[in-house]
């Protein structure tokens, strides 16, 4: 069956450095999504995107987050100076249109980031 | 504001018995409703989901969910516990903004099964 995958699974980062965090969404998919969730704490919708451009994204995601999807794999979420508070389980998903179930979003295992 | 509640942090039930998880929401329109399952170490699974048509939809693993458009509950059942279904349950409707679909989670409710 296939299924989301991001890279790496764990990041241990200096604050102030960029981190690029990586995924692969299901190959049919057309819409991404990041999420992210902090230690304790619910998930917390970041951004989505679709057709190359960024369709929404909460007051979370400020100037120092960026999207990209830079082939025709990959997804990309990038921080551009890291902060401690930016330490968090990050969270891919995708979702499908085509099959008319665009709605049901399908989560990578996520990446575990930990800014010291 | 748009809110999600999962009243009970954890539900303990012993292995064998019923189980209920219980969400309501708030939340403008007519939102999907959705079950989300965490293992320790990973991500989200979907369990199941609420469209439309019968209030009652089975999912994954034996679990259903009865929607309840009154009390705008979502509570999530399942007839017999086993062990194994010890994880944090997330509740989350989903609504339509700018063309593309947006969960909004609850906090989560940690299912404990107890042999």
């Known amino acids: 069956e296939p299924e989301v995958t991001q890279t790496p699974s764990h990041q241990v980062t200096q604050m102030g450095q960029e981190v690029i965090l990586r995924c692969v969404p299901i190959?049919?998919?057309?819409?991404f999504y990041w999420y992210r969730q902090i230690l304790g704490q619910k998930v917390e919708f970041l951004v989505s995107?679709?057709?190359?451009?960024?369709?929404?994204k909460s007051e979370i995601f400020d100037d120092q987050f960026s999207v990209e999807r830079p082939d025709g794999s990959n997804f990309t979420l990038k921080i551009r100076s890291t902060k401690l508070e930016d330490s968090a389980m990050y969270f891919c998903?995708?979702?499908?249109?085509?099959?008319?179930?665009?709605?049901?979003?399908?989560f990578g295992p996520g990446t575990r980031l930990l800014v010291l | 504001a748009q809110s999600v509640a999962q009243p009970e942090d954890q539900v303990n039930v012993a292995e064998g018995n019923p189980l209920t998880v219980k969400c309501t929401y708030s939340?403008?329109?007519?939102?999907?409703l959705f079950w989300y399952v965490q293992y320790p170490n990973r991500g989200l699974q979907f369990l199941l989901k609420?469209?439309?048509?019968?209030?009652l939809v089975k999912g994954s693993y034996g679990f259903e969910a009865e929607f309840n458009k009154s009390q705008t509950s979502f509570h999530l059942k399942k007839p017999s516990a086993l062990v194994s279904d010890s994880a944090l349950y997330f509740c989350?409707?989903?609504?339509?903004?700018?063309?593309?679909?947006?969960?909004?989670f609850g906090t989560g409710t940690r299912l404990k099964v107890l042999a």
């Open positions: 998903a995708s979702s499908d249109r085509t099959s008319g179930y665009q709605e049901t979003q399908y």
């Open positions: 609420y469209i439309t048509g019968d209030n």
């Open positions: 989350a409707p989903n609504r339509k903004a700018s063309g593309t679909y947006k969960y909004i």
């Open positions: 190959s049919n998919h057309l819409y």
């Open positions: 995107f679709y057709n190359n451009e960024i369709s929404e």
């Open positions: 939340v403008s329109g007519n939102p999907y």
